[in-house]
């Protein structure tokens, strides 16, 4: 699948985006899945953590930390089942902005 131009994203998750109270990192980690979930029309996506890392500009540790801040504020999942070095995780926004927790 050709990948868009733009994102069009749902006008509740810009306004969640704005509200949310998040440190850079999670910013940064939570805008690459939403860029390979959204951007490509999906609800999941196969990331691997070099990805992360070359998008963001973030140290492998400092990508995994991020990830595990989005995941414990219930921001996005992420499914490690048969992960290795492979395979990525998959992760999936959270649409439940109300869930998010942030601030």
């Known amino acids: 699948m050709a990948r868009a131009i ?5 006008y509740d ?19 690459v899945v939403i860029d390979y979930t959204i951007g490509y029309r999906k609800e999941t996506a196969k990331i691997p953590l070099s990805r992360f890392q070359q998008q963001t500009g973030l140290s492998r540790v400092g990508v995994i930390k991020a990830i595990r801040g989005a995941e414990k ?3 996005i999942s992420v499914d490690r089942t048969g992960v290795n070095a ?8 959270s ?8 601030g």
């Open 6 to 10: 733009f994102r069009r994203i749902e």
């Open 13 to 31: 998750l810009f306004e969640a985006l704005m509200r949310a109270k998040l440190p850079g990192s999670i910013y940064q980690v939570l805008l």
């Open 73 to 75: 504020r219930h921001i």
């Open 86 to 93: 492979k395979i990525p995780a998959s992760y999936t926004l």
């Open 95 to 102: 649409l439940e902005y109300t869930e998010w927790i942030t």
